[in-house]
Every structure is written in C-alpha cells, then in structure tokens.
C-alpha cells in the first residue's frame, strides 16, 4: 500500500516513518509534506492509498485539503492530533481511523488494518453484510428493559451465551443483547467481521496476532481474552488475514 504522511512537526514525521519501515514491509511512504498546498500537489501527482495527516497544520487544517481534492473518498484519511476535540468534525468527514497522538504501534496497527479491510472490501465488492461504507455503522442490541445503540466499529468481539449475545467494547465494557449469536453474524459487516468460532465472531480490524500452539488462538488488541478459532475456520481466518504460514 501507497502511504502519503502530512505533519508539520518534523520529529512527529520522522517518528512515524521510522514506525511504518520498521512494521509495516507492505507499505510504502511515496510522499510528505507540512503544508496545505504542498499537500495537494503531491497527492494529485502519488496517487496513494491512503493518507495519515495531522489535522492542525499551523495555521491551516487538513480539512482544508480534504476540501480541495475532487476524489477524496479513494485516498483513505487516517487523522492524527494531540486534541480530542477535533473528534466529531473528523467523524462528520468520514474518515477511516483517529488516532490522539502519540502515535502507537498499537493504534497504527488498528488504523492500517481498518485500511486493509477497506481496500480489500473495495476490491472485491462482494460484501454480503448489511451494513456497506455508506451506511451509518450504528447497532441498536436490544435487552429486556431496554435498546442500547453502538458502534459497530467500537465491537472488538461477540460472544455467544445460549440465546443472548455478550458484545465486548473498545472501552472495556460489555453489552448484552437477548438474540443469539447467528442473528448478529447475518447483519454485521463481512468486510470486518468473522465467525472464528461457533461461539465467537471477531472483528478482524483488532486482530493482534495468531496463536498456533493447541490450536489456533486469535490474540485482539484492546482484550485479554484468546479466542479459539474452530478447525473448519482455522483456513478461512489465515486467508481473511491473507497471512502465509
């Protein structure tokens, strides 16, 4: 994958270059620049597949290059900044990740993974899903006293509890729904998410790493927790992951 980096903080840049050669062989850094009009010039001539940007570019914004570029939406944003408040006008831009510096390997990971399955989705265009990148990702789980309504990409795992439904969070709580696990599998995107388990769907958005001892373990930043992955679904996993082993 073509990565372009904008930051105006050249440590801040570097920084993340040295991430990205480091972790990530599969992508290549084609440009940079710490300006709004460098930006845009550079962008139109690389042609990346995605862009990790500060949004605060002194006095200007990356939402002024967003602005600027007539096919926004093939260039993949991830926004990276040092103020939360910036979050809801980030959203409102459809971006595909958000990341509150400084920037992790772990919150790198999960942003470059959101990029691969968008990329791979696009590609493809076969997803059986719901749910598709124009449509609004919220999950209405309903209980016996009431309808809580998530995130679909806030969903790290599901687990299933006889008829009721566990939904494991990004923030570390856990939701219940009072529908079982499968009517949850027909309606959560396919593009992100894999029954790994007859007990189990992951969004593979966080998988962290494999486990191939006793079986095949799936490891999820953001959780404890190992989940097994069924025989039958050990080779579907590997190649979701495009993984060679």
Known sequence: MKLFIIEDDQWSQMAIEKLIKSFFPDVEVVGTADNVKHAIRLINKTKP?????DIQLGDESVFEIMNSLNDVWEYNFVLTTSHEN?????????????????????????????????????????????????????????????????????????????????????????????KNLGEYEKILPKEDFLRVHHSYIVNMNYVKSILKTDGYFVKLFKSDSLIPVAKRKQDIIVKFLKLKV
Do not use: C
Request: aromatic share 8%.
């Open 49 to 53: 597949d995605f862009i990790l940007a």
């Open 86 to 178: 910036y979050a809801l006008e980030a959203i409102s831009n459809e971006v595909v990740d958000y990341i509150v510096k400084p920037v992790s390997i772990e919150n790198l990971t999960l942003a470059i993974n959101k990029v691969k399955r968008k990329l791979n989705n696009s590609s493809n265009n076969n997803s059986e899903g719901v749910f598709n990148k124009s449509d609004n990702r919220i999950l209405g789980l309903s209980s016996m006293d009431k309808i809580e309504v998530i995130n679909v990409d806030a969903i790290v795992y599901v687990q299933a509890d006889g008829r009721y439904t566990h939904f494991f969070l990004l923030d570390g709580s856990r939701k219940t729904a009072s």
